[in-house]
């Protein structure tokens, strides 16, 4: 229990120095954070404009490519972040309490509460100009994000644990994320697609996470497809797999 | 109280492996200050560290009571591009102490002046350990681990922290790891002198005195 506390004050430490040191002295850093996937997600709905193409029925644009581009940015995000929690935080081990796993979880709880912030920002947005949202489900939404947070932490988890060993991690971390981002349905509904395309895309659990938002969003959003406890095994496999390699990287870490 | 049972811990070299600490088994008398004694690269440092919790031994196990410090001496663990404020606030959260109070005593305790408010990376090493060592300080700990404590400071800031250790010696105990016989006498009441893995141990500095400079 007391080891718990002491987790919690350390992860809650950590976050508070993070968003200093990431965003800078004034709050303007952080506003960026913000405004940045704004920009992208407008930077895309012009897109859509100039060219004419059409939001699946019963969704808009900005609303159809936000619930696309926050889960995937989350998810990219927080990999990104948490790979390299720990060669950044080298100094931080110093401290008996601060525990590797502590650097990652501190970095994917920013993550996370950034871009909830960035979807509560753009609901609000749709709110004001198409009038009161008419939301399916709130919690599926939030289940979304929290699975997107899930596989984003973990596979940083995995990632940071192999970048110990070996630096080719972070040479293919950009190439492998591209990939996942264009098999993830981010500008498609998958439900539009062949069938032999659209299994090939349910293999990424990234497709079912913003399946599942979208369906929390629009309401009479098909989403036959989507299977959180497939994500959920995808989670829990490279949580596995990376809080083991945590474990012997640690004895690594003490040598350099 | 600590207690260390069987702790061993080697290092990998290019010629085989160099065995730092070999089944060490030895327990610190409570509210005693103690000073380890040993050459360069005998492995002070790291059975500091093990101590401390920052490094596991390959076998054997540490049973601490108590908070223990980090290693104290160097200025590692500060966040060179936040100010000496903040790396203070940050450090009073993980240990679950006041911020206001630590932050107050440590500006006190280090003399940095306008510099605490500024980034660590413009400090000088010297102001850098002032900093730690005021830290330090300002978080009540039931054993403080020293590493070298000639390395802080100038004369005068010796006396003072010598004289910070004192107040609390009621409190909180000390174990001093040093190469120079003089830090270990000023601090220590009883010693022991780090040699080929083992952990010798005396009653008073003069004796282990005898088996250090043999060594």
Redo the contacts between chains.
Sequence with gaps: MRGALTQLQVIHALLLREMKTRFGQNQMGYLWAIVAPLLWIGMFAAFYGAFGRLAPPGTSVVAFLTTGIVPISLFKDTAQRCMAAISSNRGLLFYPQVQPLDLVLARAVLEAFTHVLVMLVIMGGVALYEGPPRINSTLEILAGLALASGLGTSLGLVCCGLSVYSSTVDRLFPSVMRVIFWLSGVFHSIESLPPRMRDLLLLNPMTHVIELVRRGWFPGYGARHVDPGYVLWWILGLAFFGLSLERTARRRLELT | MIELSEVTKM??TTTGSNLVLDRVSFSFPPRTNFGILGKNGSGKSTLLRII?????PDSGTIRRSGV?S??IGFG????G??SGE?NC???A????ADIDDVVGFTMDFAELREYFFMPVKTYSSGMRSRLAFGLSMAIEFDVYLVDEITAVGDARFQKKCRRAFQERNDRSSVIIVSHHLSTVRDYCERCAVLRDGKLLCFDSVDEARVAYEAA
């Design positions: 290092y990998p401390a919790g920052i490094e596991q223990v980090w290693p590692g663990g500060f966040n591009s936040l903040e606030r940050f450090v959260r993980i240990y679950g």
